[in-house]
């Protein structure tokens, strides 16, 4: 079954790649080159807040993220050490 899944998918592959050639060109509008200054100016924004904030919200996330790891690393300790104890009372 897996074996025929893979002739399958790999027939399949085989076949698409050859249509994905045969696209259409692009429109006359689409192909010409343009150089920049003949272009109308448009609104930019600066990519340096985005990055910066960006890299913030995932930095915030790991520390949050270690943060929630360290509570229930500690809280496993806690319930390691009273079930030592209550087994070492229960021993005597």
Known sequence: MLRRGLIVLSSLLLLTVPLMAFQQPPTAGQGGFVPLDSMPPREQIPAAPLLISSYAFFLVLMVFYLWTIWRRVNKVE????????????AGR
Request: zero cysteines.
């Open 78 to 89: 806690k319930e390691m050490r009273d079930l030592e104890r209550r087994q070492g009372v």
